[in-house]
């Protein structure tokens, strides 16, 4: 039993062929899927987002040490070194209020003693 069709085939269609329209198409949605399978977007680790966005920092490149840090899991060692970072930047771009929040936040968190000190000590830099 074979396809049944009840009118002619579209313009431009051939037996075996992909119609142009369709290929672009297919295209498309391989270049979605490699993006949404996460091809493109490989895992860094923590230490290395660490490492990069000190980088920004010396380059005073703020707003990307902001997205860097942002990307480190609260659980890693690293993330409170990441805060301090964080709230450097933020002071530097002249933003003190979000720098005060970034380390009032730390002091307030569950991060290593000297992290939580630091916060703590640089919140008070800050309000002097």
Not at 3 to 10: I, L, Q, W
């Amino acid at each position: 039993m074979g396809f049944v069709t009840n009118g002619p085939r579209a313009p431009g269609f051939m037996h075996g062929q992909i119609r142009r329209s369709t290929l672009p198409d297919l295209i498309v949605l391989g270049i979605l899927f490699v993006l949404v399978s996460g091809c493109g977007n490989p895992t860094i680790p923590a230490n290395e987002l660490l490492s990069q966005a000190r980088v920004a920092l010396a380059k005073r490149s703020y707003s990307k040490v902001q997205q860097l840090v942002a990307r480190i899991p609260e659980s890693a060692p690293e993330w409170g070194d990441g805060q301090l970072l964080s709230a450097e930047a933020a002071f530097q771009a002249g933003d003190v209020d979000d720098a005060l929040t970034v380390y009032l936040g730390l002091a307030e968190s569950q991060a290593e003693p000297e992290d939580v000190a630091a916060g703590y000590f640089y919140a008070a830099e800050i309000l002097r």
